[in-house]
Structures are given as structure tokens and as C-alpha cells.
């Protein structure tokens, strides 16, 4: 088990209040599911999905793009964006955050 289960059994905790929150392997860590649906990440750091649009405001508020290492170069992940990390003890705000992305997934996403 990676030692980021942590980090994802503590956010699933935060945001149990919202219903169909699930955890499951993805790839060196976990995804956050709402109704079987990735709605965040956990690797490093909680990653949140974030709609095109919403991008500027989340980089202006210094949050980073996930990042991986792949062939020896830098692999930028734009749909997933860090989480300020107090935002993970604030289980109103947490539940705030993932409750507007989930709001935000096309219509098909949501089912």
C-alpha cells in the first residue's frame, strides 16, 4: 500500500458528508471517486479536477498543474490542480471544493 493511503483515507473522511465518495487504486496512488467518478487524485498531493476555465483563477490562487516525470521529461497535467494544504484540515472548505467540482463535470460525467 503507498503511504499516500493516508493522505486519501483522510480526505475521503473530510468529504464523507457528500455521499458516493469512494477511494480506488490509480496508477502510484488514488483516485477520489463520487458515484464512480474521478473527481480528484491523491499522489503527492490532493489534485482536484478543474474545467479549463477555472484554470487562471486556480493558478493565480498558487496552486500547481500535477506533474510527472516521463523519458527523462517533465509531463505537465493541466486538468488537475494542488489544493492549498490547509484546505485539507478544513472539512467544510474540502467539502466546498469537491462538491463544485463534481457540480462542474459535464452532464454525462455526473451519472
Known amino acids: 500500500m ?6 486519501a483515507q483522510h ?14 487504486r ?5 483516485a477520489l471517486c463520487h458515484t464512480g467518478r474521478q473527481v480528484a487524485m491523491i499522489m503527492d498531493a490532493l489534485y482536484v479536477k478543474i474545467p ?6 486556480w493558478e493565480a490562487a498558487g496552486s500547481r498543474p500535477f506533474t510527472y516525470q516521463a523519458a527523462g521529461k517533465t509531463v505537465t497535467v493541466r486538468a ?3 489544493v492549498p494544504d490547509d484546505t485539507l484540515d478544513d472539512r467544510d472548505a474540502l467539502t466546498t471544493l469537491i462538491r463544485h467540482t463534481i457540480s462542474k463535470l459535464p452532464a454525462q460525467a455526473r451519472t
Do not use: K
Request: aromatic share 14%; net charge negative.
Open 80 to 82: 488537475y490542480y494542488s
Open 26 to 30: 490509480f496508477f502510484g496512488g488514488w
Open 2 to 7: 503507498s503511504g499516500h493511503h493516508n493522505l
Open 11 to 24: 480526505v475521503l473522511d473530510q468529504v464523507e458528508s457528500l455521499g458516493g465518495m469512494t477511494l480506488r
Open 52 to 57: 479549463p476555465g477555472d484554470r487562471p483563477a
